[in-house]
């Protein structure tokens, strides 16, 4: 029986801070995270012929933003890979399913849907608790090296391992908070493309982070044996591209990941700039700052455009051997403290919107903008100027407070201290997600045909009295798979990576990343997420192929995300499948064939792979 998650890590001082507050519910529902949900219970009798010495007890399932919420299921830690195939072995034999579970920190149905019942027979396995081992393979000479890690271990913990090293990668995830095999399951990016005359550096790849991996061990079917078995397979060897990117329907235990000699970065973020600038039609006049411009120059940027606001956030990563001068030196990931924790005044305003005033979106989009601005860069000015209610929430002391945690515009420091910068900590929002590929030169196109419509379908349902939104729009963007950054010849990409190019489409090289964040429980989010999804779709297919992320929210009807059968069935198929080759129907046969018993597999899973 292991200890129960609700008594590991801090934050209850949080809870109390809200207690107070007009919307104390609401504020204590966004906050919920701070405590991971599911306590565990030691039962009556583990399940039948489980096995013996396995820790196992059961607990409810909840995702990131809540929206996936589970009876108590039965949970077990295996302690070593052995113990994984042990249990995948027993649910074979019992006519159970096992579904491997690591932080959680997911919006899809991929390990379990919403309102799984108790008496389900599916057994979650969570890696988390033992399976955290990491090793370093020995260096190449032209500075790479490969890290052997198990599919529990946290992605903070590996890039920190690799920082030790004098390792590390181009692009990760902002959260530090994902297992590993988690982000390998669903190919997992940061933001970054090589900047116009920029070569790049052996080890580091501008994909995913599957597309780094050089080898894995899975759980896999044996005929011969009759059983599952575990399985090493190298990069170049059949099945492995099925398995680098498998949403679920697979159990990697381990992988080598390929990274290279570290890079110290520096991090500018910029408020000034309009989003009608930032995402300016192509051909504006010279001097516009555009999206397209920052990435030609750096390579690497993120937009965070608060809802209802005209000025994004723009964080743009730099290469820097040496330390500007105007520049902060940090040493450890998570340097944005006031998107972290909530100042109390703004945490009771996302409260109340919560507790049902929607209509404060606007309000709220306002706060979290000029918060981050005078977090970044100590310019109060906009906040003296604004009305009544942004100054009854962004007080005099919240303004002192954040400006005595030290001014943040400018960063530098290793790639990690800067590429990680969401704790769990942070406000819970659902999001939906989609991957743009498109040629470099149509970046600013895909930018400014979505800001758009976006602006637009937004001011459309406010005329309604609609707020379907309340966080922000988040853009990145990334270079499309390249399977040779892992260095073995003859590995392909992984196989249903939203960044596998297209192969009649060699010019296509980019992808542009586009998510929308809103309070999970706000009216006509779904219907408005569906409206930006038809539209994304429905791009000209000549300059656009648009792909679903795998870990957001997708297929949406007026009512419900991952519903839409026409969307499940029929566009992500497509959309897989465009340019011809290797892709999804390899991929659905190989992870069949590798497990026909679906034993790895969801009722969910079972209906969209096919």
Known sequence: MTDSPSNQGGGLSRRGLFASSAAAGGALWLLRGL?????????????PG???????????????????????????????????????????????????QGRRHGWAPLTVADG????????????????TAMSLERPAADGPAGVRVQAGASLEALLAFAGAGGHGVASAPAPGDLSVGGALAVGAHGTAVPAVGESPSPGHGYGSLSNLVTELTAVVWDDGAGRYVLRTVGRAEPDCDALLTHLGRSLVTEAVLRVGADRTLRCQSLLDIPATELFAAPGAPAGTRTLAGFVDRTGRVEAIWFAFTDRPWLKVWSDAPKRPLTARAVDEPYNYPFSDSLPEPVARLAGDLVAGAWASAPLFGQVQYLLAKVALTGDITDVLLSGTLVRDVLTGDVLTHLLAGGLRSDLWGASRTLLQYVRPTTLRETANGYAVLTRRADLQWVVSRFADFYRTLLAQYAARGEYPVNGQVEIRV??????????????????LSALRPRPDRPDVD???????????????????YRDIEQFLLTLDGDRATVRVEW????AYSDTA?????????????????????????????????????????SPFLDALLR
């Open 35 to 47: 405590v991971r949900p599911g306590s565990a219970y030691a039962a009556s009798a583990a399940p």
């Open 50 to 100: 489980f096995p013996p010495g396995i820790d196992v007890y059961q607990r409810a399932y909840e995702n990131w933003a809540g929206e996936i919420r589970t009876d108590q299921l039965w949970t077990c830690a295996p302690r070593s890979p052995q113990e994984a195939l042990d249990v995948v072995n027993w649910a074979h034999r019992a006519g159970w399913r096992v579904r491997a």
């Open 116 to 131: 799984t019942p108790a008496a389900s027979r599916v057994v979650l396995l969570d890696t988390t608790a033992h399976l």
């Open 478 to 495: 990334t270079g499309l798979e390249d399977p040779s950054v892992c260095g073995v010849p003859g590995a392909r990409p992984p196989l």
């Open 510 to 528: 980019t992808a542009v990343w586009i998510d929308v964040l809103s309070l999970p429980t706000t009216p006509a989010l779904h219907r408005f």
């Open 551 to 554: 870990s957001k929210g997708w």
């Open 561 to 601: 995300a991952w519903s839409d059968p026409d969307v499940l069935t029929r566009a992500v198929p497509a959309s897989q499948r465009a340019g011809g080759g290797p892709g999804w129907d390899e991929a659905v046969a190989t992870l069949d064939r590798l497990d026909p018993h679906r034993v790895l597999s």
